[in-house]
C-alpha cells in the first residue's frame, strides 16, 4: 500500500468552539509554556553548546531559580525557567549579548511549533544623524522607522542631543540576516544632498565589509570580493565603528 498523506481538522485551545477554561490541560500547557519558557538565538557564525551558553548567560542573568537550555539547532536555544519572574526578567531585559554576540529573545507563543518562531528579527533602538532641523518631525521619524523591518516605538523626545548635535532616536526591528542599514541620502527642497546616518545602541560584533552580524571581516566568507569604498557616496554607506551608539543615554531635550 502507498503512502498517504494524512490532513486532520484540530481545533486550538483558543479557537472560538473551544475557548480555553481554567481546568484545561491544553490551555494549562500553553500558559506554563508562555511563562516559563523562551527560546533565543546568538547572533553569531561560531557554534556555542548549550552548556557553554547555559554557564554564561546564567552567571550574565543572575536568576534566581533554576535555567535550563536545550539546544535546537544552530546556535538556538530553548530555555526553561524554574521561576516565572526570571524569565520576565530576562525577557524584558533584552537585547542581551554573549561573548559579544547579540542574543534574539523570543517568547514560545502557543499558536506556533517552536520550529515556526521567527528568529531572524531582533530589536534595536537606533539614533537617526544627520537631519536639519526642518525635518526633526513625528512623521519623518515614522517614515525612517518604516525603511527597517519594523517601527517599534519613537522616542517621545523626538530631539534628542548629543554634543551639539540632535538625532531622532527609533527602536526598530532589524533582520540579522542582512546587512545593517548605514542611513540614506535625501535632498531637501533646495537640492541639497544630505546624509542621514544610523547608529545603533547595544550593537555587538559585526562584519566591516559586508554589515551583517555574528562574524569580523578576518573572517567573512565574502572578503575576497567586496573593495573598499572609493567615493564620498561609497563612504558614507560603509561600515565601521560609526554604527555604534554610546551605550548611555546622555541625553539633554530642547523643548
Ligand atoms: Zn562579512
Known amino acids: 500500500m502507498g503512502r498517504q498523506d494524512l490532513e486532520l481538522s484540530l481545533k486550538s485551545n483558543?479557537?472560538?468552539?473551544?475557548?480555553?477554561s481554567d481546568g484545561s490541560f491544553g490551555a494549562a500547557v500553553a500558559s506554563l509554556v508562555s511563562r516559563t519558557v523562551l527560546i533565543i538565538r546568538v547572533v553569531?557564525?561560531?557554534i556555542f553548546k548549550s552548556d557553554q551558553i547555559q554557564n554564561a548567560l546564567k552567571k550574565c542573568w543572575g536568576c534566581k531559580g533554576d535555567v535550563f537550555f536545550t539546544e535546537k539547532g544552530f546556535n538556538n536555544f530553548l530555555v526553561c525557567f524554574e521561576l516565572e519572574v526570571d524569565q520576565q526578567m530576562v525577557f524584558l531585559g533584552a537585547p542581551w549579548s554573549i561573548f559579544n554576540y547579540h542574543i534574539i529573545v523570543r517568547k514560545w507563543l502557543p499558536h506556533l511549533t517552536w520550529e515556526q518562531i521567527d528568529l531572524?528579527?531582533?530589536?534595536?533602538w537606533i539614533q537617526v544623524f544627520g537631519l536639519p532641523v526642518?525635518?526633526?518631525s513625528e512623521e519623518n521619524a515614522i517614515a525612517i522607522g518604516k525603511s527597517f523591518a519594523g517601527l517599534v516605538e519613537i522616542d517621545s523626545c523626538l530631539d534628542n542631543i548629543v554634543g551639539k548635535e540632535s538625532f531622532i532616536r527609533l527602536k526598530v526591528c532589524v533582520d540579522v540576516n542582512l546587512p545593517l542599514a548605514t542611513g540614506f541620502f535625501f535632498k531637501d527642497e533646495r537640492n541639497i544632498c544630505h546624509w542621514v546616518r544610523f547608529k545603533y545602541e547595544g550593537l555587538e560584533e559585526?562584519?566591516?565589509l559586508c554589515g551583517v552580524m555574528g562574524h569580523i571581516a578576518t573572517r567573512c566568507?565574502?572578503?575576497d570580493t567586496?573593495?573598499?569604498p572609493k567615493s564620498?557616496?561609497?563612504?558614507g554607506k560603509s561600515y565601521g565603528p560609526h554604527l555604534w551608539a554610546s551605550g548611555e543615554r546622555l541625553l539633554l531635550s530642547v523643548s
Not at 531572524?120 to 534595536?124: L, P
Not at 564620498?232 to 563612504?235: D, I, K, R
Open 14 to 20: 483558543f479557537s472560538e468552539e473551544n475557548r480555553p
Open 44 to 46: 553569531s557564525n561560531r
Open 120 to 124: 531572524s528579527k531582533t530589536t534595536f
Open 134 to 136: 526642518d525635518f526633526l
Open 206 to 208: 559585526f562584519c566591516y
Open 221 to 223: 566568507v565574502e572578503r
Open 226 to 228: 567586496i573593495s573598499e
Open 232 to 235: 564620498f557616496m561609497e563612504l
